[in-house]
């Protein structure tokens, strides 16, 4: 199994990026995969995610009306498109699989067994 994020940069406050999850090696459609951050001194917190298996689609409180995660099931990659990002949103960014069930777990990183090395995203004021 391999997951590789993309796209992060610097962008000024109000800016967009999008990021891209490449996998490999597991049946995309089986797999939820769940987009976490994580800011300098901070716990690593969700951000989204979709599940393939049962097309739940999750997203933290503090991004809603701002991101926007879809997957390309030809190109077994996920993207999430950030709008009107804040300074807060700064982190570094991971995406990770897993097969599991229960959509209760998709918010929760010990629910992913599988995780990209991360992307940083940098939002400056």
């Known amino acids: 199994v391999r997951l590789v994020e993309s796209g992060g940069g610097v962008v000024q406050a109000g800016g967009s990026l999008r990021l891209s999850c490449a996998t490999s090696?597991?049946?995309?459609?089986?797999?939820?995969i769940g987009w976490f951050r994580q800011a300098p001194g901070k716990e690593r917190e969700a951000v989204s995610c979709?599940?393939?298996?049962?097309?739940?689609?999750y997203y933290a409180d503090s991004v809603k009306g701002r991101f926007t995660t879809s997957s390309d099931n030809a190109k077994n990659t996920v993207y999430v498109q950030m709008n009107s990002l804040k300074s807060e949103d700064t982190a570094v960014y991971y995406c990770?699989?897993?097969?599991?069930?229960?959509?209760?777990?998709?918010?929760?990183?010990?629910?992913?067994?599988?995780w990209g090395q991360g992307t940083q995203v940098t939002v400056s004021s």
């Open positions: 090696g597991f049946t995309f459609g089986d797999y939820t």
């Open positions: 990770a699989a897993d097969s599991g069930m229960g959509f209760w777990n998709y918010g929760s990183s010990t629910f992913y067994a599988y």
């Open positions: 979709l599940s393939n298996r049962d097309g739940i689609r």
